[in-house]
């Protein structure tokens, strides 16, 4: 079983930006799809973007399209997040899991698991 481990949130003024990481331990992504979701206060979580492990193809929410890029590292067996032109409503709890699941579409909390313990990200006006 794959362990995960956010790292990388913090307080940034709107406009600003962050590189999250998750790194995994245990064994490696090998193929696995890898997603990134996050969770603001009161609301469900969301799917953010999603990498494939062996050929990089990568995808975004509407949301984030064009702000934030995900990106992979091989040798550190590390996923990143690059979040620029943040936004207020970018504040949430960042969380990176594994696709467990060929049942749902790579874009549902369903598809995923061994979720991290996620990394905050506040955004502030």
């Known amino acids: 079983q794959v362990q995960l481990v956010e790292s990388g949130g913090g307080l940034v003024q709107a406009g600003g930006s962050l590189r999250l990481s998750c790194v995994a331990s245990g064994r490696t992504f090998s193929s696995q799809t890898v997603g990134w979701f996050r969770q603001a206060p009161g609301k469900e979580r969301e799917f953010v973007s999603g990498i494939t492990w062996n050929n990089g193809y990568t995808y975004y929410a509407d949301s984030v399209k064009g702000r934030f890029t995900i990106s992979r590292d091989n040798a550190k067996n590390t996923v990143y997040l690059q979040m620029n032109s943040l936004k207020p409503e970018d504040t949430a709890i960042y969380y990176c899991?594994?696709?467990?699941?060929?049942?749902?579409?790579?874009?549902?909390?369903?598809?995923?698991?061994?979720w991290g313990q996620g990394t905050q990200v506040t955004v502030s006006s």
């Open positions: 899991a594994v696709q467990t699941s060929s049942v749902y579409l790579p874009r549902f909390t369903q598809a995923f698991g061994s």
